[in-house]
């Protein structure tokens, strides 16, 4: 079983960065132990498409109560690649988002922005053979948080995608083409290279919209590519 | 120019934020009706082989206070040391074992609890066996990249001395943040493991 490529830790945030106040008493201090991947980490859990609802894909009627959550009808639709380029097929990805005010539906949020009834704001779904995925939601709003005086995060999608190993494992955040306040963001400052930050930046894909219902919106996702053992025996999934 | 390598650049890691338990584990957030159940939220099916364990803990901050908006997963081999994992070449995991578990910390006491059992030994990539133990990852709020971690079990003493990931810890002092002491009471065996994220007795966390 080949191992992965080690992680580029300069092109991931550190984790202590002061201008997001809360790294600063969550961020360990001493070095990072490096080892070589094992069978531990070498594996990982799969989840199969019977594990899933028919609308676990579609923010816009997955908590319906009385009607469609008001905002803006997007389409988020990408691929799940490796670092070699290659298609993940069969990876779970799971999102959560705010509503189009910019409102999360939990208990410790206290925005006053208010709920929108017909709006849960989580969804999931499984890559196809080819590694794409898709979902429906409305677009989510802005909102202030309490970091610095008047910080307010960009527009964003949050994601967790399980690839075929547990050392794949991550969790990121969607952003929007063109939303000037990604630049402002000290949640988006954690990445120290600015072309690593645009790399979670969608594209609006005119191509892929519903006319007359939907706007849709690219994001592409490389998870670690796996090392191929050239001159050894070469395993299965190389 | 030097050529090209035809290599992608892996998407950069994001803070879960605070409201990770939406997307994670909704039903627990109070978000019903979408999902039948939260993943990961059971491990052991009635017919699972192996010790049933419960293991318990807290994420403590720098200034030792609990994280009390963490998510954790865990990732083990079932009893025999096989893992329930297509990648899995060495032989079919008991299929009454998930091998992977989800729980958010809680809101009030920052605990987190995992009813799963007792790992086997996996080998390491040289055929030496590794001590039992249960790879932990965590995000929360604050964290910008997850935390990647292992739980070793206190009574596997033998085991532990001659695992070779243990052996790669320089600083020997550090060795003990690994290592969950165990109980035992009404409810059965328990283990405990407190992650300490800064500071004294700072947590001994991979990259792996």
């Not at chain 2, 030792?64 to 997963?73: M, Q, R, V």
Request: net charge neutral; charged share 25%; glycine share 10%.
């Amino acid at each position: 079983m080949g191992s992965f490529y080690q992680r580029d830790r300069a092109w991931h945030p550190p984790a202590f960065t002061p201008q997001y106040k809360t790294s600063v008493l969550r961020s360990p201090q001493h070095a990072l132990l490096s080892m070589e991947g094992t069978v531990s980490e070498m594996t990982g859990p799969r989840f199969g498409h019977g594990q899933l609802g028919p609308l676990d894909n579609d923010l816009i009627h997955n908590f319906s109560r009385d009607g469609e959550p008001i905002g803006q009808r997007i389409i988020v639709h990408g691929r799940i690649l490796d670092e070699n380029g290659r298609p993940v097929p069969g990876a779970l990805l799971e999102f959560w988002q705010a509503n189009a005010g910019g409102r999360y539906r939990h208990k410790r949020e206290a925005y006053l922005a208010p709920l929108d009834p017909n709006f849960g704001g989580c969804g999931r779904t499984i890559t196809d053979d080819d590694g794409r995925y898709w979902f429906r939601t409305i677009r989510p709003g802005a909102y202030p948080w309490p970091n610095g005086v008047n910080d307010w995060r960009p527009a964003h999608i949050h994601f967790s995608i399980f690839g075929h190993a547990f050392t794949q494992r991550l969790i990121t955040q969607m952003y929007f083409e063109g939303d000037p306040m990604i630049w402002q963001c000290p949640i988006v400052s954690t990445i120290p290279d600015r072309a690593a930050a645009e790399q979670l930046i969608a594209a609006l894909d005119r191509n892929n919209t519903l006319p007359m219902d939907a706007l849709a919106y690219k994001f592409d996702i490389v998870l670690r590519g796996r090392r191929s053992t050239l001159f050894e025996n070469r395993m299965e999934g190389n | 120019m030097v050529q090209k390598l035809d290599m992608l650049k892996e998407t950069p890691s994001q803070t879960a934020g605070p409201y990770v338990h939406i997307g994670l584990t909704p039903n627990w957030c109070g978000i019903d009706g979408v999902y039948p159940e939260d993943l990961g939220r059971v491990m052991v099916g009635p017919q699972a082989e192996g010790e049933r364990i419960t293991v318990t803990g807290r994420v403590l901050d720098g200034s030792g206070t609990p994280l009390k908006d963490a998510l954790i997963e865990i990732w083990q081999a079932d009893a025999a040391g096989l893992h329930n994992s297509p990648v899995e070449r060495r032989g079919a995991a008991d299929p009454h074992f998930s091998g992977w578990g989800r729980q958010p910390t809680d809101g009030v006491t920052g605990e987190f609890r995992f009813e799963t059992i007792k790992p086997g030994r996996v080998p390491y990539k040289d055929g030496r066996l590794q001590a039992p133990h249960i790879t932990f990852w965590i995000v929360a709020r604050g964290i910008n990249i997850g935390l990647h971690t292992r739980m070793y079990f206190a009574d596997e003493e033998a085991a532990n001395a001659e695992c070779p990931v243990l052996a790669r810890v320089e600083h020997k002092v550090r060795v003990p943040t690994l290592i969950a002491p165990r109980s035992e009471g009404k409810d059965g065996v328990a283990y405990t493991f407190d992650i300490r994220l800064q500071g004294e007795k700072e947590t001994v966390f991979f990259d792996v």
